[in-house]
């Protein structure tokens, strides 16, 4: 007999996952558009909450706008500028990922060229290399923003839906053998016949004792 190694919240969270891969493959051009409006109507929610709270909190007080957390009007206006502006504000945000992603390409390379230099470590060109390709994905993903945006969403989802369609795999191809009641008769037995050997052992070694 052989049991499951997965339970079955791991293939409801594969299912999931397979859902919103191929939700955010096949409506790429809308996720992202739809994803920062969400961000904007919960940043307009949580400000307002915030001011909310603190006309409750500050009610009789005469100096009561000195104590406003600048935090809420912020976050109700950087939300209005993401519920109206979305398409903006997307592309701001692939060309952030070129500028980290040339950021990241940098650093490495620079790390890797101290360790090199300083330490004489010898470090493979192949390290060089990938920082490099990394630094001219982020520049690539910079300048061609409203391409770029699409194909990560893209990207993204095929991970995800890779990922949700390795878990239900792993689900129901993952077995574990369970041990039977005649297997642990005989590890049992096994046990005992270990023990008595070795009191049978000991007992010859102290009647050898005695002896001498």
Known sequence: ?????????????????????????????????RLIQLIGAISVVIGTIQFIGFLVRTKGMTDRWTYLP???????AWGILLLLSPELWKNLFVILIGLFLMFLGLYQSVALYKLKKKNGVKVSGIYFFFSILM????????????YMASWFITFV????????????????????PEVTAAATESGAKVEETIAEVVDASSAAAADKSEAK
């Open 135 to 146: 630094m001219i994905a982020g520049i690539f993903v910079a300048a061609q923003p409203i």
């Open 1 to 33: 007999m052989e049991k499951k190694l997965r339970s079955y919240s791991d293939l409801l969270f594969g299912i999931a996952a397979i859902v919103v891969g191929l939700v955010m493959v096949i409506w790429s051009d809308r996720i992202l558009l």
């Open 157 to 176: 989802g095929a991970w995800i839906l890779a990922y949700g369609a390795i878990e239900i795999f792993s689900y129901f191809t993952l077995r574990a």
């Open 70 to 76: 600048i935090a809420a009007p912020i976050a109700v």
